[in-house]
């Protein structure tokens, strides 16, 4: 199975801070990359898929980059609607998720 | 509007089985593939199987392969999991997933809210 490795596990920002986070795959995935949301006893909401595309009904302030084995979320201007868990998928093979990146308060 | 609503949670001993539903409304079901993801309490992801549209090809996860069996009715929008040799590494809150319209397979754009199955004695 592709292994995939979120950085950071966590991180603490504040409102309007821009924020990164990177996914690596354990090898190629071409643009196969989906990134998620999930807030605390909620399902998994799709941000973006195939690395950048924007998923209908979500905010232009998120974005995604990359392809191969090396991705990026970004969130241009953090609101504070948008504290929760991400997670990295990859659907080039058998779907595998990263470990999450949980963004909390500063 | 697109609705996943899971169904048959609960606490099961180990060794017992389960059957998990996930009634679809809001699309043509029959036109999509679907999935299973789970998450164990206070941990990640992770997915567990898929079907196609059709009900002629499925997939697992290896942790699940033989135990477990996806299937679905599409007269009654209606994807199931069928759990047997249940373990405690298996307790976890189960969603059903819709494969969206993305044009990349396995990408989930639609989730149930998640049903809990518990294995313990």
């Known amino acids: 199975d592709i292994q995939m490795t979120q950085s950071p596990s966590s991180l603490s920002a504040s409102v309007g801070d821009r924020v990164t986070i990177t996914c690596r795959a354990s090898?190629?995935?071409?643009?196969?990359l989906n990134w998620y949301q999930q807030k605390p006893g909620k399902a998994p909401k799709l941000l973006i898929y195939?690395?950048?595309s924007l998923q209908s009904g979500v905010p232009s302030r998120f974005s995604g980059s990359g392809s191969g084995t090396d991705f990026t979320l970004t969130i241009s201007s953090l609101q504070p609607e948008d504290f929760a868990t991400y997670y990295c998928?990859?659907?080039?093979?058998?779907?595998?998720f990263g470990q999450g990146t949980k963004v909390e308060i500063k | 509007e697109v609705q996943l609503v899971e169904s048959g949670g609960g606490l099961v001993q180990p060794g017992g089985s389960l059957r998990l539903s996930c009634a679809a409304s809001?699309?043509?079901?029959?036109?999509?593939?679907m999935h299973w993801v789970r998450q164990a309490p206070g941990k990640g992801l992770v997915w567990v199987s898929r079907?196609?549209?059709?009900?002629?090809?499925?997939r697992y996860a290896d942790s699940v392969k033989g135990r477990f069996t996806i299937s679905r009715d599409n007269a009654k929008n209606t994807v199931y999991l069928q759990m047997n040799s249940l373990r405690a590494e298996d307790t976890a809150v189960y969603y059903c997933?819709?494969?969206?319209?993305?044009?990349?397979?396995?990408?989930?754009?639609?989730w149930g809210q998640g049903t809990l199955v518990t294995v313990s004695s």
């Open positions: 997933a819709r494969d969206g319209d993305t044009g990349y397979e396995c990408t989930l754009d639609y």
């Open positions: 809001g699309f043509t079901f029959r036109n999509y593939w």
């Open positions: 079907i196609n549209s059709d009900g002629t090809s499925t």
């Open positions: 090898q190629s995935i071409t643009s196969d």
């Open positions: 195939g690395a950048s």
């Open positions: 998928q990859q659907s080039y093979s058998t779907p595998t």
